[in-house]
C-alpha cells in the first residue's frame, strides 16, 4: 500500500521543531503554523518549556509548531530578526517571551499590523495590541522568596540579591517583590544587587565577590535557578555549604535535587511545561478567531526540603 503524500514524518530542526497533524483520507485540512519564540534554550528551564509547547501541539491535529530562541538570553536583536522572519513567512499566530520590552514593541507592532496575533508569555509587557498575557506573577514569585529568606534568618540578617538582565520586566519585577517582603524587617539588611544575566558561570563569579566583600552574608536571593546553582557552586568550594541560604526561582530538576540535599534552601516552582502549553494553546484559539482570557495565570509554589520530592516525579 502506497504511502499518503501527506502523512509526513516530524522535522527536527536545531531551532526548533516542527509538527504535522496526521490526515485522513482525501484532501487534508489547512495547517496552522504556529511559532513559539523563548528567549533562550540553554538551559533546562527552557526545553521544558518547548517541551509543554510540543505537547500542547502533538494534542491539536493540523497544528504546526516552531519553537524558536537566540543562542543566549541576552542576545535580544537576535529575538528580534527570528520575529521578523516569522513575519515574512506570515504565520498564523505568535506566542513570545520578550527578552526585552522597548526594543521588542517596534517588532511587535509590524506583526500586529501584518494581522498576526501575538500572545505574551513568561515575561509580562506593556503593549496596546497584546491579546493575552500567559505566565507567572513573577512579582510574587519575588516576594515569596523574600518572605522565606526573612523566616529562614529569624528575620535578622545581611541578604543580597543575584539578579538577570537590567531592564527585563521578569527580573524587575521579582527583585521588587523581593524588596516588599523584606521591607518592614528592619533586622534584615540588603547589601547588594549584583546582575549575573541568568548565566550560571556569572553568578558563579558574581558570588565569589560577595563572598569576599561580605564574609558575613547569611543568605543569597537568585533570580533564576541558573544564576542560584552558580551562587550554590560559589558557596560549596568556599565550604560554606549550609552556612548561607540559597533562594532561587524555576524548580528545575537540578535545583530541586539541591534543595533535597540542602545545598539550596529553596526554590519557588513556576511549572515551565504549563507555560509552554499554555503558550501555545492561547495562540492556537487566537489563530482560529476564539476569545481568549487577558491573563493566564500558570502559578508559583515554594519548593523546600520537605516537599521537594513531590517536584521530581
Known sequence: MRTSPFHLPAIALSAGVFLLGSCGQGSPKKTIDITIVTKALDSEWWQRVKAGAEDAAKANPGVRLAVLAPEREVNID??????????????AALAVAPTGSAELIPVLDRAHQAAIPVIIFDTDIVWASKLSYVGSDNRRAGRIAGEYIVKLLGGKGKVAVIRGILGVPTHEDRVAGFREAIHDTPGIECVAVQPANSERALAMSVMENLLTRYPDLRAVFAGNDQM?????EAIDARQLTGKIAVIGIDATREAVRAVEAGRLAGDVAMYPEMLGRSAVEAALKAARGEPIEKRIDVGETLVTKENAAQFLK
Not at 537576535?78 to 504565520?91: F, G, N, P
Not at 542560584?228 to 550554590?232: D, E, I, M, P, T
Open 78 to 91: 537576535q529575538q528580534v530578526s527570528i520575529l521578523e522572519d516569522q513575519i515574512t513567512k506570515r504565520v
Open 228 to 232: 542560584a546553582l552558580g551562587a550554590v
